[in-house]
């Protein structure tokens, strides 16, 4: 699992430590919490590039669904908002 200080990104395989660049993340699906134009997908085009294929889910439970069943390959998900604080 690779966490920044707002995000938090779950790999599809614990084994495997994930390295990321603009160039690497063509045709990398990631999951994330919300909807198109959500903060959420502009956090990860920001930390993974425009290449990155993102799938908008409606809650951080499917999110992890996805990412357990190999759907997608990783989860792109806040864990403190700037506002209200902790995501619990």
Known sequence: RLTTP?????SASPYTAPA???STALGLRVAYQGVPGAYSEKSTRELLG???IAIGRPDFESCFQAVASMEVDYACLPIENSLGGSIH
């Open 6 to 10: 707002t995000t938090s990104i779950q």
């Open 50 to 52: 425009e290449n990155v």
């Open 20 to 22: 990321f660049s603009s």
